[in-house]
């Protein structure tokens, strides 16, 4: 799905957020602790993908698919793309482009990049995360 009229960073709705990682002790510029636009739509993905059902107070059974994977050593790639585009559906303005997940054995973690389009923002970007079993 291709979006029309692709808009610039700086016509994205200015959403803010907090950096999942925390405070930086170090470096603050390549790793800001309050980022916005696409980075903070990124971060909301990241975070809703590794939470578990509990994590939202109103909603006690909401949460990502990839906690509920942790400490199994069978699932394969195509499960992990297959959850991942499963529980984005929840946002009504986010389509996934692709998903990739790539298995480092050793150090039994998991390499995800899922690139995503925001329909509401007419953006593309990608968000990349490891999952350690």
Request: zero cysteines; glycine letters at 6%.
């Amino acid at each position: 799905m291709i979006l029309p009229d692709v808009l610039t960073k700086e016509d994205i709705i200015d959403f803010g957020d907090v950096s999942y990682r925390g405070y930086p002790t170090i470096n603050t510029a390549a790793w800001p602790f309050r980022i916005n636009k696409d980075l903070a739509i990124q971060n909301a993905v990241k975070m809703y993908l590794m939470s578990q059902a509990g994590d939202y107070g109103r909603d006690v059974y909401k949460g990502g698919p990839l906690f509920s994977l942790v400490g199994k050593l069978a699932i394969n790639e195509q499960d992990i793309k297959d959850q991942i585009i499963e529980a984005l559906k929840v946002y009504s303005n986010i389509v996934v482009v692709d998903v990739t997940a790539e298995f480092e054995a050793e150090v039994k973690t998991w390499h995800i990049k899922i690139r995503f389009q925001d329909t509401l923002n007419k953006i593309e970007t990608e968000a990349s995360l490891a999952m350690k079993l």
